[in-house]
């Protein structure tokens, strides 16, 4: 524990931000029992701080969303709080229970720690008592070997997602800071081994108090401090390429041959690409852990993709809805309502264009963030475009933004957001990542379109105009157009 803090203590002397510990006492009750920490409007790291708490002040923690709790204030108002700082007494308190094993021959260790010796694997599907819980690791017990394995790959009654964790383990994030250095080990005294940039997608392998084990493209390990990252949904996007292989390939560690190995490959084995260099191939195994192989003992194809709208699965989002009336302009407009009018338009063209399209919502009728990015990905939407209207303080804020979360979608957004600039002639205010639940949850290539100000009184009787309407819907409709070329 003292290590924790003396961590801690550094982040908040380096980076200025005031790191905290809360204890969850009872399953709704949470203390702040060390230092300070930032209060959040949302749960991650890109929205606004609206304000601090206070050693010994207690909260009622409402919820949990990815890697933060949501509190109630004193004020009645809710905040969110990062649970990296967080220790709660829930989970080291749970009682055993059945469990079972979710990965291929998942590795055993003699500690609680990805460096502690490895003392037997199980396999996938293997029955386990779960006798207790450390951080992200469960102590497992079977007939076979005891010991403790990292707990996204242990399913169990009380930990459903454990399954469904290990077997779509992209488990990853993106840099919330302008440029952000990776350390060789979670100490910001520890060298710098590398230093990304904003918007840097990077695939978590590991955590420690509230530091990120990470892995670059180019196969490069190192740590990044928790708060400048934000979390990327436990997401499977689907690859372009597979790689169809020989049985006895190995699949390597790194990209070198004199790597440790992580397994050998069966006859007509196919996995997915994730990237191609040097002669490599990095793939993604069953267990959502990565290997590579020798581009030159992989027969490598394409997953064919027609080109064209027609008949791609496009899901249209028109934000808001029934209770929830979004924005509302200095006229009154509602934003509810523009999205929706935006929304049917654009449905009726890409109708035409022989589309197969799905609206989350086709009335004034409210439909939960979760219920939005599920029609998505259970229809394995070929993308994905949320509708909204923008507001702000300052009556002369006008324009439009296209947000991505997912770096693979900066792509589709920048295409997007490209043809609006065109269409419209608004002022562009580019292409921005975004923390919002419909494109982070979203396992299909996803964006949220930001039209224009409706608390600008000029822009919001722009927006009302039915030209308005036809430049925004030809716009989003030839972004589409140019991204499925
Ligand atoms: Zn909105």
């Given at each position: 524990m003292k290590k924790l803090f003396f961590r801690l203590f550094f982040l908040a002397l380096f980076f200025q931000i005031a790191p905290g510990v809360i204890h969850?006492?009872?399953?709704?009750a949470g203390t702040v029992t060390h230092a300070a920490v930032y209060i959040r409007s949302?749960?991650?790291?890109?929205y606004p701080i609206t304000g601090k708490a206070a050693e010994n002040d207690t909260y009622t923690v409402l919820q949990k969303d990815g890697d933060w709790f949501q509190i109630r204030l004193p004020s009645g108002n809710t905040g969110w709080i990062a649970d990296w700082l967080v220790e709660t007494g829930i989970s080291s308190a749970k009682q055993a229970e059945q469990g079972k094993i979710t990965a291929d021959r998942l590795r055993i260790r003699?500690?609680?720690?990805?460096s502690a010796a490895i003392i037997g694997t199980l396999e996938k599907n293997a029955a386990v008592t779960v006798a207790k819980t450390e951080g992200s690791w469960v102590y497992i017990e079977s007939g076979n070997v005891s010991g403790w394995a990292d707990n996204r790959y242990v399913q169990t009654e009380t930990n459903r997602d454990a399954g469904k964790t290990a077997e779509n383990n992209v488990s990853a994030a993106i840099v919330a800071a302008s440029s952000l250095n990776i350390r060789?080990?979670?100490?910001?005294q520890s060298e710098t081994v590398a230093t990304v940039t904003y918007g840097t997608r990077l695939q978590i392998t590991g955590t420690d108090h509230g530091w990120y084990e990470v892995e670059l493209d180019d196969g490069t390990h190192g740590w990044v401090a928790g708060f400048y990252v934000a979390r990327e949904s436990q997401a499977k996007r689907s690859s372009e390429a597979e790689v169809t292989l020989h049985s006895g390939t190995s699949l390597y560690?790194?990209?070198?041959?004199s790597s440790d190995t992580v397994g050998t490959a069966k006859a007509g084995d196919r996995f997915p690409v994730v990237s191609e260099m040097d002669g490599w191939y990095k793939i993604r195994m069953e267990s959502g852990i990565s290997a590579y192989i020798p581009a030159n003992v992989a027969q490598k194809s394409n997953k064919t993709v027609k080109k064209g709208i027609k008949g791609k699965t496009i899901v249209l989002d028109p934000g808001h809805g029934g209770t929830d009336n979004g924005t509302t302009g200095a006229?009154?407009?509602l934003e509810k309502l523009a999205t929706l009018k935006t929304a049917n338009a654009l449905y009726e063209k890409l109708k035409k264009a022989g589309a197969r399209v799905i609206l989350?919502?086709?009335?004034?009728t409210y439909v939960s963030l979760p219920e939005r990015t599920a029609i998505s990905n259970t229809n394995h939407a070929d993308a994905f475009v949320s509708i909204h209207f923008d507001s702000a303080e300052d009556p002369h804020t006008r324009g439009h933004t296209t947000y991505y979360y997912h770096a693979q979608d900066y792509n589709f957004a920048r295409l997007v957001n490209n043809q609006i600039t065109s269409r419209l002639g608004t002022v562009d205010r580019g292409v921005k990542f975004g923390d919002f639940h419909v494109i982070r949850e979203n396992t299909q290539p996803a964006i949220l379109l930001e039209?224009?100000?409706?608390?600008s009184p000029a822009e919001e009787k722009h927006i009302a105009e039915k030209s308005f309407q036809t430049k925004a819907v030809a716009g989003i409709y030839n972004g589409l157009k140019a991204y499925f070329q």
């Open positions: 969850a006492r009872a399953e709704e949302g749960p991650g790291v890109s003699k500690a609680p720690d990805k060789q080990s979670p100490s910001l560690k790194r990209p070198q041959s006229y009154g407009t989350t919502r086709n009335s004034d039209l224009g100000y409706l608390s």
